[in-house]
């Protein structure tokens, strides 16, 4: 029965995953082959997929949504959290996206683990351990080989998807270490929902949701259907279930299969040319996340453990 448990979280964890990363794949088609514009999209999808999260958690999980906002001290970092966090993360996401592709742009988010122990290193003022060392280098590695291909003279990703890449890691660090004290008192769920909501209503003050440029088809349709249903409330509804059945450790390891599923998508569905660099730096931030999900508890960098996974990012 036990055994069953785990099969069950570890299927659910992988769909979700793999849903956040062919939602990147269905972004780059909307931008390069649709003409969609980015702030449309980012703000379609906080603002539709932060109100049905809240109407999961008011409907299925029979909380109270407005509780959050009762608490003074929750409602600073709530909005921070809204304005900031998911603005910046969702944001510059999509722009490395756009100027490059789902690919390189999901792999470079997947630096903000590195980011945060390294905040935890400097904060600390304490010598990193083997483990540590062993990730900012494996991530160092992989992300030179990702934006040379292996080649010092040249870039093998555009200096604004590089820009924005390393941007959304850091975007990530900031989305992962700040809701830390929300997470003490509220829901994730909760949580993300507000924040995408905060996030799409502020967004909407930049670019309405009524404007709007692109090519509307039914493939277009489907990709923004995958987009904010399959790739944002789907994917999450999966990764949280997960939990229920793994250890949060399994879970975000598992939840590595999201780079790879964009970057074998973009190469199959949109033809984006990988090659042997790209790939082998692809597998060193990989097991980046790998070596810092697995590091002990008693290791100071498990204080850095994100509290919302990189997936949910997505």
């Not at 003490?184 to 670019?207: D, E, N, Q």
């Not at 404007?211 to 088809?217: D, K, N």
């Amino acid at each position: 029965m036990v055994f069953e448990s785990r099969k069950k979280g570890i299927l659910l964890v992988i769909i979700g995953s793999m849903l956040w990363g062919i939602s990147g794949t269905a972004a780059q088609y909307l931008f390069q082959q649709k003409g969609f514009s980015q702030e449309w999209l980012v703000e379609t999808r906080l603002l539709v997929s932060g109100i049905v999260l809240l109407l999961y958690v008011l409907l299925k999980e029979k909380q109270d949504i407005w509780k959050v906002w009762k608490d003074k001290q929750s409602l600073l970092n709530l909005l921070l959290f809204g304005i900031v966090g998911m603005i910046g993360v969702q944001y510059t996401y999509f722009a490395a996206v756009l100027h490059g592709n789902a690919a390189t742009a999901t792999i470079l988010q997947y630096l903000s683990p590195v980011i945060v122990t390294c905040y935890f290193v400097i904060r600390t003022k304490k010598i990193p351990n083997v483990r540590e060392i062993s990730a900012i280098l494996l991530a160092l590695f992989g992300t030179f080989f990702i934006i040379t291909g292996g080649n010092l003279h040249s870039l093998s990703i555009s200096k604004l998807a590089l820009f924005w890449g390393i941007s959304s890691a850091f975007a990530a660090a900031f989305y992962t270490l700040q809701p830390r004290a929300l997470l003490a008192k509220w829901s994730s769920t909760l949580l993300v929902g507000w924040g995408m909501t905060i996030g799409g209503i502020v967004f909407a003050f930049v670019h309405p949701p009524w404007v709007f440029t692109g090519q509307w088809s039914v493939n277009s349709m489907f990709a923004v259907v995958i987009v904010v249903l399959f790739g944002t409330i789907i994917a999450f509804y999966c990764y949280l279930e997960s939990l229920k059945y793994i250890q949060p450790t399994e879970a975000s390891i598992l939840s590595s299969v999201e780079p790879l599923s964009a970057a074998a998508l973009s190469v199959l569905c949109l033809h984006v040319p990988l090659g042997v660099s790209q790939w082998l730096g692809t597998a060193c931030i990989i097991c980046t996340v790998v070596i810092l999900s697995y590091t002990k508890k008693n290791e100071r960098v498990s204080s850095s453990q994100p509290v919302i996974s990189s997936g949910e990012i997505q």
